[in-house]
C-alpha cells in the first residue's frame, strides 16, 4: 500500500485546560493525524464486505441459473464474477488489517510520547496525585483501549452506513419489497441493537477501567514492599485485595460477555426475520411472475451475507463504551495541572553560568494553603560550598525542587548567571544543575550503564576515574566482572552506601557546574553517613555545591551553614560562628553528637 498520508505530531487540543472537550470528542481528535489511513481503511474494510455479499449473491443466481442447464456461455460471466469476488474479499480484508492497524500503531505510538512528555512535565512534584500502578495501567492498557476506535468502532459503523445502503439499493431493485423488509431489519439491527448492548455495557465498563487501575495498583504495592509486608504480616491481606480486584474485573468481563451474547442473539433473529420475509415476499412475487424464479436464491441469500456488516454493531458499542472509560483516564493524566510553567520564549542559557542567587524566595507545593519556603536569601558563588540544614518539613527539599525548576515560586527571585530561572527552559537549567538525591534511582542493568545516564559517551577510563573519586574503585575492581556488574531493581544488589556513592559518580560523571545534594545520607547509620559525608566534601572541593542535609556533622569545612526552620532562614554563618553563637544549629549539633 503506498497511499500513505504523512504522520505529524499528535496534538492533544486543550489539555492544559481541564474539561475542555468531552473525552469521547478528543478521542476522536485523536484519529485525526491518521485520517487517510483511517479512511482507505474503511474503503477496503467496504470493498471486503461488498465483495462477500457480491460472491453470497452471484454464488446463488449461479447455482439457480445452473439448475437450468443452460449453455456455458450463460454462466461464464458469472462463473468469473464468483472468482473476482471471492480473491476481491480476502485481498481486501487483509488490506483493511493491515492499513487499519497501521493507523491505530501510529496514533497510539504518538499518544504515548505526549503522555510521556506530560509526565516528564509534571515529575516530580505532580506525581503524587496518581498511585504508581494505578499510572502504570492508564500508560499501558487504557492507552492500548484507545486504539478501539480506530480499529472497532468507526470502521464498523462507516462500513455499515455505506456498504447497507448499496445493498438495499441491490435488493430494492430486484424487487422493492424485499428492499423495503431488508432495510427495515439493517436499521433495526445498526441502532436498536447497538442502544441496547451499550446501555447495558455502559455499567460495566463504568467501573472496569478504576477496577483494572486498582488491581495493578495492588500488585505494585504487593511487589515493592514485599519484605515489610511479610515482615508484619500484611501479605495475606494485601492478597486478599488483589483477589477482590481480580474477581470484580471476572464479573465485569462476565457481564461483558453476557451483553455481547445479547447483541448477538438478537442480531441473529433479525438477519432470520430479514431472511424469511425476503422469502415470503419473493415467493409471492415469483407466484405472480413479477420476478423471474431465478433470482429467488439471491433474494434469501443476500440478507444472511449483508448482516455481516451490523454483527459487529454491538460490540463496536461496547467498545466505544470502553474507550470513553479508558479516554477520561488518559486525559485526566493530560490535564493534571503541571507544577511548573514554561516560559512561551525562553531566554538562551547565558555562557558560565554557575551562579546561583536566591532572594526572598516564596514557594509552596502544588494545592498546599501554606508556603513551604517564605523570604529565602542565599547566594552559591562559582566554587562555594553552601549546607542547608533543618528539621525534616522545613521547606529544604522544596528549595531544591525549586532550583531544579520541579516547583514554581511564587514570590522572590532566584537567577542562575544573571537570568531569572522562570525565563529559562527547565531542561537548560537541568543541564547545568544536577542532583543528588536521598532516593536517587538504580536501573535494573549493569554499573556502567548506570554511571553512563550521567553522559552517555563516557569511556570506561572516565567511570573508573569517578568511580575512584566516590571511594568505589577498589569495590568495582573486586568484583567478578567489574563495570558489567548488574545492580538488581533499584540497586538492591548495593548497600546503601554503596548506591549514593554510585548516584554521586553519576553526578560527577556528568560533570554539572551546579551540584545539589538533597539528604544524600539520609538513610545511612551514622558512621557510615559520616564517611560518606566527608568523601562528599572531598570530592565537590572547587565545585559549586549545596548541601540539603539535617545531619550536621561533617559540616565544618562548608563556606556557609544557613539553618531554615518553616520555611524560613533562622540562622546562617560558618561552623564556628554558629557554635559560638549557642542558637539552634549548636543545639542540633550537639544533639546529633550525642547519638553517634
Given at each position: 500500500?503506498?497511499?500513505?498520508?504523512?504522520?505529524?505530531?499528535?496534538?492533544?487540543?486543550?489539555?492544559?485546560?481541564?474539561?475542555?472537550?468531552?473525552?469521547?470528542?478528543?478521542?476522536?481528535?485523536?484519529?485525526?493525524?491518521?485520517?487517510?489511513?483511517?479512511?482507505?481503511?474503511?474503503?477496503?474494510?467496504?470493498?471486503?464486505v461488498?465483495?462477500?455479499?457480491?460472491?453470497?449473491?452471484?454464488?446463488?443466481?449461479?447455482?439457480?441459473?445452473?439448475?437450468?442447464?443452460?449453455?456455458?456461455?450463460?454462466?461464464?460471466?458469472?462463473?468469473c464474477?464468483?472468482?473476482?469476488?471471492?480473491?476481491?474479499?480476502?485481498?481486501?480484508?487483509?488490506?483493511?488489517?493491515?492499513?487499519?492497524?497501521?493507523?491505530?500503531?501510529?496514533?497510539?505510538?504518538?499518544?504515548?510520547?505526549?503522555?510521556?512528555?506530560?509526565?516528564?512535565?509534571?515529575?516530580?512534584?505532580?506525581?503524587?496525585?496518581?498511585r504508581?500502578?494505578?499510572?502504570?495501567?492508564?500508560?499501558?492498557?487504557?492507552?492500548?483501549?484507545?486504539?478501539?476506535?480506530?480499529?472497532?468502532?468507526?470502521p464498523?459503523?462507516?462500513?455499515?452506513?455505506?456498504?447497507?445502503?448499496?445493498?438495499?439499493?441491490?435488493?430494492?431493485?430486484?424487487?422493492?419489497?424485499?428492499?423495503?423488509?431488508?432495510?427495515?431489519?439493517?436499521?433495526?439491527?445498526?441502532?436498536?441493537?447497538?442502544?441496547?448492548?451499550?446501555?447495558?455495557?455502559?455499567?460495566?465498563?463504568?467501573?472496569?477501567?478504576?477496577?483494572?487501575?486498582?488491581?495493578?495498583?495492588?500488585?505494585?504495592?504487593?511487589?515493592?514492599?514485599?519484605?515489610?509486608?511479610?515482615?508484619?504480616?500484611g501479605?495475606?491481606?494485601?492478597?486478599?485485595?488483589?483477589?477482590?480486584h481480580d474477581?470484580?474485573?471476572?464479573?465485569?468481563?462476565?457481564?461483558?460477555?453476557?451483553?455481547?451474547?445479547?447483541?448477538?442473539?438478537?442480531?441473529?433473529?433479525?438477519?432470520?426475520?430479514?431472511?424469511?420475509?425476503?422469502?415470503?415476499?419473493?415467493?409471492?412475487?415469483?407466484?405472480q411472475?413479477?420476478?423471474p424464479?431465478?433470482?429467488?436464491?439471491?433474494?434469501?441469500?443476500?440478507?444472511?451475507?449483508?448482516?455481516?456488516?451490523?454483527?459487529?454493531?454491538?460490540?463496536?458499542?461496547?467498545?466505544?463504551?470502553?474507550?470513553?472509560?479508558?479516554?477520561?483516564?488518559?486525559?485526566?493524566?493530560?490535564?493534571?495541572?503541571?507544577?511548573?510553567?514554561?516560559?512561551?520564549?525562553?531566554?538562551?542559557?547565558?555562557?558560565?553560568?554557575?551562579?546561583?542567587r536566591?532572594?526572598?524566595?516564596?514557594?509552596?507545593?502544588?494545592?498546599?494553603?501554606?508556603?513551604?519556603?517564605?523570604?529565602?536569601?542565599?547566594?552559591?558563588?562559582?566554587?562555594?560550598?553552601?549546607?542547608?540544614?533543618?528539621?525534616?518539613?522545613?521547606?529544604?527539599?522544596?528549595?531544591?525542587?525549586?532550583?531544579?525548576?520541579?516547583?514554581?515560586?511564587?514570590?522572590?527571585?532566584?537567577?542562575?548567571?544573571?537570568?531569572?530561572?522562570?525565563?529559562?527552559?527547565?531542561?537548560?537549567?537541568?543541564?547545568?544543575?544536577?542532583?543528588?538525591?536521598?532516593?536517587?534511582?538504580?536501573?535494573?542493568?549493569?554499573?556502567?550503564?548506570?554511571?553512563?545516564?550521567?553522559?552517555?559517551?563516557?569511556?570506561?577510563?572516565?567511570?573508573?576515574?569517578?568511580?575512584?573519586?566516590?571511594?568505589?574503585?577498589?569495590?568495582?575492581g573486586?568484583?567478578?566482572?567489574?563495570?558489567?556488574?548488574?545492580?538488581?531493581?533499584?540497586?538492591?544488589?548495593?548497600?546503601?552506601?554503596?548506591?549514593?556513592?554510585?548516584?554521586?559518580?553519576?553526578?560527577?560523571?556528568?560533570?554539572?557546574?551546579?551540584?545539589?545534594?538533597?539528604?544524600?545520607?539520609?538513610?545511612?547509620?551514622?558512621?557510615?553517613?559520616?564517611?560518606?559525608?566527608?568523601?562528599?566534601?572531598?570530592?565537590?572541593?572547587?565545585?559549586?555545591?549545596?548541601?540539603?542535609?539535617?545531619?550536621?556533622?561533617?559540616?565544618?569545612?562548608?563556606?556557609?551553614?544557613v539553618?531554615?526552620d518553616?520555611?524560613?532562614?533562622?540562622?546562617?554563618?560558618?561552623?564556628?560562628?554558629?557554635?559560638?553563637?549557642?542558637?539552634?544549629?549548636?543545639?542540633?549539633?550537639w544533639?546529633?553528637?550525642?547519638?553517634?
Amino acid at each position: 500500500m503506498t497511499v500513505m498520508d504523512p504522520v505529524v505530531p499528535l496534538e492533544l487540543p486543550g489539555h492544559d485546560e481541564p474539561g475542555t472537550k468531552a473525552p469521547l470528542l478528543r478521542t476522536l481528535r485523536l484519529a485525526l493525524p491518521a485520517r487517510r489511513r483511517l479512511a482507505l481503511s474503511i474503503l477496503l474494510g467496504a470493498t471486503a464486505v461488498a465483495a462477500a455479499i457480491g460472491l453470497m449473491a452471484t454464488s446463488a443466481w449461479l447455482i439457480s441459473r445452473a439448475s437450468q442447464h443452460p449453455t456455458e456461455t450463460v454462466l461464464t460471466t458469472a462463473i468469473c464474477a464468483v472468482e473476482f469476488f471471492g480473491l476481491t474479499r480476502g485481498l481486501a480484508r487483509y488490506g483493511e488489517r493491515l492499513v487499519g492497524h497501521d493507523a491505530a500503531f501510529r496514533v497510539l505510538g504518538d499518544v504515548r510520547v505526549t503522555i510521556y512528555e506530560r509526565l516528564e512535565r509534571l515529575a516530580p512534584a505532580g506525581l503524587p496525585a496518581f498511585r504508581r500502578g494505578d499510572l502504570l495501567s492508564r500508560l499501558v492498557q487504557d492507552v492500548e483501549d484507545l486504539q478501539d476506535l480506530m480499529v472497532r468502532v468507526i470502521p464498523p459503523f462507516a462500513i455499515a452506513l455505506v456498504v447497507g445502503i448499496a445493498t438495499v439499493a441491490l435488493v430494492w431493485w430486484l424487487l422493492p419489497a424485499a428492499g423495503l423488509v431488508l432495510l427495515v431489519a439493517l436499521v433495526l439491527a445498526a441502532t436498536v441493537v447497538p442502544w441496547l448492548t451499550g446501555a447495558l455495557a455502559r455499567r460495566s465498563q463504568a467501573r472496569q477501567a478504576a477496577e483494572r487501575g486498582a488491581l495493578t495498583a495492588a500488585v505494585v504495592d504487593l511487589l515493592a514492599g514485599v519484605q515489610d509486608l511479610t515482615a508484619f504480616g500484611g501479605t495475606e491481606a494485601q492478597l486478599d485485595r488483589i483477589a477482590h480486584h481480580d474477581t470484580e474485573l471476572t464479573t465485569i468481563a462476565a457481564a461483558s460477555a453476557r451483553t455481547a451474547g445479547i447483541g448477538l442473539g438478537l442480531t441473529t433473529l433479525l438477519t432470520g426475520l430479514a431472511t424469511w420475509g425476503a422469502l415470503l415476499v419473493g415467493v409471492t412475487a415469483v407466484h405472480q411472475e413479477r420476478m423471474p424464479g431465478v433470482q429467488l436464491a439471491v433474494l434469501a441469500l443476500v440478507p444472511l451475507a449483508a448482516f455481516e456488516i451490523v454483527v459487529g454493531l454491538p460490540t463496536a458499542t461496547e467498545a466505544l463504551e470502553r474507550v470513553r472509560r479508558s479516554a477520561d483516564r488518559v486525559f485526566a493524566v493530560l490535564d493534571t495541572p503541571v507544577p511548573v510553567r514554561e516560559p512561551d520564549d525562553p531566554v538562551a542559557l547565558p555562557a558560565g553560568a554557575d551562579e546561583l542567587r536566591v532572594t526572598g524566595l516564596r514557594a509552596r507545593h502544588p494545592g498546599a494553603e501554606s508556603a513551604a519556603l517564605d523570604g529565602v536569601d542565599l547566594t552559591l558563588a562559582p566554587g562555594r560550598r553552601v549546607a542547608v540544614v533543618g528539621p525534616s518539613g522545613s521547606g529544604k527539599t522544596t528549595l531544591a525542587n525549586v532550583l531544579l525548576r520541579f516547583v514554581d515560586y511564587e514570590a522572590g527571585s532566584v537567577t542562575l548567571g544573571g537570568v531569572e530561572l522562570d525565563r529559562l527552559d527547565g531542561d537548560d537549567v537541568r543541564s547545568v544543575v544536577g542532583l543528588v538525591a536521598d532516593d536517587a534511582h538504580l536501573f535494573d542493568t549493569t554499573l556502567v550503564a548506570n554511571l553512563r545516564i550521567g553522559r552517555r559517551d563516557a569511556t570506561d577510563d572516565e567511570c573508573y576515574a569517578v568511580l575512584e573519586e566516590v571511594g568505589l574503585l577498589e569495590w568495582v575492581g573486586a568484583l567478578p566482572k567489574g563495570l558489567k556488574t548488574r545492580v538488581g531493581e533499584d540497586g538492591v544488589r548495593l548497600s546503601g552506601g554503596q548506591r549514593q556513592r554510585v548516584a554521586l559518580a553519576r553526578a560527577l560523571l556528568a560533570d554539572f557546574p551546579v551540584l545539589l545534594l538533597d539528604e544524600p545520607t539520609a538513610h545511612l547509620e551514622p558512621a557510615a553517613a559520616a564517611a560518606l559525608t566527608a568523601d562528599l566534601l572531598d570530592v565537590t572541593r572547587h565545585r559549586s555545591t549545596l548541601f540539603i542535609t539535617h545531619r550536621l556533622l561533617g559540616l565544618e569545612e562548608v563556606d556557609e551553614i544557613v539553618v531554615i526552620d518553616a520555611g524560613r532562614v533562622v540562622e546562617r554563618g560558618t561552623h564556628d560562628l554558629l557554635m559560638a553563637a549557642d542558637g539552634r544549629y549548636a543545639r542540633l549539633w550537639w544533639r546529633e553528637l550525642e547519638m553517634v
